[in-house]
């Protein structure tokens, strides 16, 4: 477009839509459903560029090398400068394994490719969303994966006279259907992956087909639509199922305020200076707030508290907007930028980044960056220990118990598993007959008959309604199950959340309604970090105890309290062997091999360390 088509509303909205992200990841609770901002991006692009590919084949002017030339001086020079600059930094903050998952995703997000990274990443073992600097990119890998494809089909269909508005709503209607089905198979399929977003790269796409309204219409449909917007910003939180039907609202909502925003008088607080600098800047402000917030996560070891959460906001609009003035705009518009220099140097650019980065991956994550005494500590593969820790859960995994001895019934997650590595680390399956019944961690109850906890209090059922069938049948099976006839004991332990422990008394009168067993609630273990982290950032192995002891998590402390209180001395309490005083907690058993591979699960040498505690106290509360 020239510079006689400029929106300054769609640069206002652009600024509403980064501060409603970067609100929500500095911790700003209010705006819970704040990543909708991405959606109202999603919308601006679909209009933005289909509008310019459509003036300009109308004029006979459009060139495909023209097009992704534009799109490379646009987007590549910050996001490189933030690639390499997070990469500097990671090398320097992060750990190993942290470091490697950053190396893979940098290499991906170099190739637009971040988001199928993250999808292919994504499970109950993957890292958590603080850990990646770069997981933000996730929708500039959809954005240039739509403009590799857009042009193509849009410049196509041009062809075709009135066809084009057409075929463009009829894409979007397929990807929306694709994106509801994708909801019911793989949740971060629909998430992450291009084909389920371009719904809302169309919706945006159709307004260049539809004439200017009128003064009054225009102020109706502004107002609508920021109101939908704001309603999801407000309203839509963790536990909301998208994208799906919900991501309708958003968008539907930016479309109405792009269809209105020339005229609206509504429009005018975004057309004001502080908006438009805000707007333009508004790319290379998403691009470094999210790496801001996870290293001062990583170092602080903290959720942003509310000063926190205001500087890490005004440093990444300070950032953003000195990248934007002395990278993004000059280069986008450089002249020095053409032809075949451009691609010489983003080739090369690419290639410096690309290369350490996959070096990094394949080395587990540069672990010479270490202290030799430190490097034993950071040799444990994940991969392993994440097949170890299920392992003897899925052999144990039964219907019938044998005869002769005590019958223990162990149910519910990863926690479970983790105590069935316990007694087994400990040679106590000679002691009793142990059978496993697993849970997928989202159910976090082995029972619950109320509507409102699978609708409303779950937060993972709520958001995929999927989940919530697994998990009843999963229920199902286990109160038919003839080993719970036959236990003398059932032990219950998942990664809780609080509307899953609030629910657990009801759930263990029920299993105590129809099986002669006791049921016995293991309570939370983690830390804020593993044992590895801790180790490396205490960069030493002396003082680890007191390091370890101020990364208490205040969420497992308090739904700890809460299960104490409902069960009493059948509470098993393993927290208490992880931090047995208040200035200290364990991380390293007494050959310095670590006790947690990640912040939740062991590795089989902290099950040993936990074996000489746990057991006995289960016999000490059950009488075995």
Known sequence: MNRFDYRPDIDGLRAFAVSTVVLFHAGFSTLSGGYVGVDVFFVISGYLITKLI???VRAGTFSFSDFYARRARRLFPALFSTIFVTFVCAAFIQGPEDFRGFSGSSAMAILSLSNVYFWMQSGYFDAAATTKPLLHTWSLGVEEQFYLIWPAIISALMRKGRLALLAVAVLGLISFTACLLAMRLDLTAAFF?????????????ALVWAKTPGR???DIAYTTGGLAVLYAVLQFDAGTSFPGWHAALPTLGAAMMIYGGRKAVAALPFKTVPAQLLGRASYSIYLVHWPIVVFWLHITGRDLDTFQGVAAIALSILLGYLLHSFIERPLRYSHALQGQRLVTISALAAALIVAPSWQSWATKGWTWRLPKTLRRVNSYNIDVLTKYVWANHIRLSSNTFKPGRKHILIVGDSQSADFTNILLEGNHER?????????NYGCNTPYADNPQYWNQENIYTSSDPSLEQKCQERIEAFLSSPALKQADVVIVAFL?????ARRMRAAADKIESISPSRVYVLGRKNLLKSSIDFVNMNGKLD???SLAAQYKSSETLSINK??????GNRYLDI???VCPHQDMCVVLDEKQNPLFYDAAHLTPSGARYFAKHAFRKLVELTNL
């Open 54 to 56: 459509v003036e300009q």
């Open 496 to 500: 809780w959340e609080r509307f899953g």
């Open 543 to 545: 003082g680890l105890g």
């Open 431 to 439: 002691d009793v007959d142990i059978v496993t019944y697993a849970f």
């Open 193 to 205: 992956l291009t084909p389920f977003r371009i719904f809302e790269f169309a919706c945006g796409a």
């Open 575 to 577: 927290f208490s062997s």
């Open 562 to 567: 809460m299960l104490a209180q409902q069960f």
């Open 216 to 218: 009054l219409s225009s």
